[in-house]
């Protein structure tokens, strides 16, 4: 099967589509893949690093020389050792400077600050040398909430702020106070809990200085990102430095920052002259890496007498935790802003942008990177609405979202829908989870105390966005460069990174249909600073969108050079020659013809059958940068900022027990548009453990804190992740709405199934706890807000009666 795609190339279609297995799957079922921590070099040592007890206090000394007379250790030091290391970075203009350094030099602002770092023969005598570091801190005024943040009279957290906003952007327009001023409105402030992501794998690092060059192995999401941050913070060129991005057992978000950990590693190699590494451990992970979610969004929603929301405004403040962490985790709340109104006609909107810092954890990317706290919002907010004006919310949903002559549509945020399956999509969701709804309200009809519940929301996904300010490059592009063997294979590297999303698959089956290779034939490289291009890594469901662009572009000037070749070879007009099952030949005459393999021996050991003038080989590197993605915003703060939009619709259907509160999602429905499906198993797959990931937002995961900012959620004992036994099982149906912009159509996919998951399961509690008129504003919804809701007299479990006219 062939297409007329982007870029003049017919691509065969025998692989893409199909709904194929995972070529990276045995190595990581059968154990022999490998991870950072299975990185093994002579002569290793092992760090591990004294962190703040404290939320907020100052350095005042550091005794390391109990440590440092321990058998074993090699090095213990503070922020003053570290000759030659300079600040991270700051591109972004219009943040606040925390001068982040690798470790504290005079103030710790969050429980798990790194202090001291201790390097020994191993693992163990490293922690237990940790033990005998004496730090002497006093305490300051902590700052543990949002509240307390922006409060006229805050402790500040940094001497030279005014305040204690990290970003702070207001907006307000005329057609916004206009709608306000014409038509009623409802205004509910919504919040959302801070979450962890926590991987499978934690963080790691090894490094190896040899040569003049270091070497870092890291579980990172992004190695190119992490060699410039490297190369800026320890004065090396980037040249010099190779990082190395091995099997990585998850990411999603938290390993796309740069951490002090990396450099702190890195730089210890260098001046050890002994390869060394760190591996993060599980409470580590929960107190050091970044968090997420932690967000008030105050939204107000102006709506006409039908129940069409006009505009809506609102004030949203982010905690972001310390802010020290590169990149700074301001970019989910710019993400909050943007898609506040989704997939609705909804003409205006105004946010106001508030990063405020604490004594927490620094916040950052987590899966949905800022979607799913607006999702909530806005779906919540839509179901205030309709019961205002007395209407259906699903009826409503379906008269406000774009429609197919609406596209390509223009969001108040300046994002361009130019595909989708918006209503299409939502009709297939509502059709499929009410059959659902309708078994489990049958199977439950003899229970008096339990209720069924079904509930909705509909998004647009932000895919292959711009601006990430790490390296200070604001662009959107990646780059693949494929080498063919001289066997007729092909070695294909490319900028993006695998985290375990089936990126190996991906470029695989791309180029074995655009090069009609078999697919046994491709090798793909990945995650090497050193033999691939540059890229920006794994992160914004980007790696499909910018691999098809850039492995089809690579693929179709290997292809033109090897039809001349082959043109040469078979003595015949180039134009003339086509290439089909892996031969050229000329159109219409199977024979004579040659394979990609006599033209690539040709390229490479016969090269006196080239056209003349042409150099020999058979390889090419390109960039694909997606069309239409703007960088900056205009001078009314809008832009579009991704390649592309998937969008999609989940149907949640739960039970709740109102003796226990216990809250069951016992169906789940996402109905699915990511344009064209490259490998349905993948995306499948990923919609999947994403639903998973958002119904632990909705109802388990909180990383809670104390009054005086410490962490109460170090590890899996308080910090509650479903496992399969909370988690139904998800019907995913597709919807296939090609982007017209970019190769193959491909959209992204990586985060919609967690986008949507909480809206979706928050209106479900809310609809079977309806006889309460329950109004759900946050989450995680618990069995203790349920209890609460139906308690005092409006539920009765002892005789399973409800009060009449009972409110919550």
Known sequence: MTA?????????????????????????????????????????????????????????????????DRPGVQFAGTAADLVGVQEFPQFLHFLKNVHLFPLARDRVRYVGAPVAVVVADDRYLAEDATMDVVVDYTELPVVASLEESIAPDCTKLYDDWPDNKLLFFPHSSDEVAQAFEKYPSVKTAFRSQRQSANPIETRGVVAEYRGGRITVWSSTQAPHMLRSTLSFTLGLSESQIRVIAPDVGGGFGAKLHQYPEEILVAWLAMTLRRPVRWIEDRSEHMVTAVHARDQLMEVEAAYDERGHIQAVRCNLVTDVGSGEIFAPGTATSLVSAGVLTGPYKIPYSDVNINCAVTNKTPSGAYRGFGSPESVFAIERTIE?????????????????????????????????????????????????????????????????????????????????????????????????KIHITPDGGALVSVGAAAIGQGTETMVATMAADALEIPIEKISVALGDTDSCPYGLGAWGSRSAVVMAGSVVKAARLIREKAAAIAANLLEADPADVVLEGGSFHVKGSATPAVSLGDVAMAAYGRTMSLPEGMDPGLDVTVTFDPPDVTHFPDSHGKMNAAATWSNASHGAVVEVDLVTGVISVVDYVVVHDCGTLINPTIVTGQIQGGVAQGIAGALYEHLCYSDTAQPQSASFMDYLIPTAIEIPTVTVDHFESPAPGIPLGAKGAGESGTIGAPAAVANAVANALSEFDVNITSTPITPAMVRDWVRDGVFDPWDMEVAPGATA
């Open 4 to 68: 007329d795609l982007e870029l003049g190339l017919q691509i065969r279609r025998s692989l893409i589509g199909a709904p194929g297995q995972r070529r990276e799957d045995q190595a990581l079922l059968d154990g022999t893949a490998t991870f950072v921590a299975d990185v093994r070099i002579p002569r290793l040592v092992d760090a591990a690093f004294v962190r703040s007890p404290y939320a907020h206090a100052t350095i005042d000394n550091v005794d390391l020389d109990a440590a440092r």
């Open 384 to 480: 205030r609405v309709a019961q205002a004006v007395g209407r259906d919310a699903n009826h409503l949903r379906e008269e406000m979202l774009v429609k197919s002559e609406d596209l390509p549509y223009t969001i108040p945020s300046g994002g361009i829908l130019d595909s989708g399956s918006h209503v299409e999509s939502f009709k297939r969701a509502v059709e499929l989870t009410e059959e659902l709804a309708a078994k489990a309200r049958e199977g439950n009809a003899s229970k008096r105390e339990v209720r069924v519940g079904v509930g909705y929301s509909s998004y647009i996904e932000a895919t292959a966005p711009t601006h990430f300010g790490t390296s200070g490059v604001w662009t959107a592009y990646d780059a693949a």
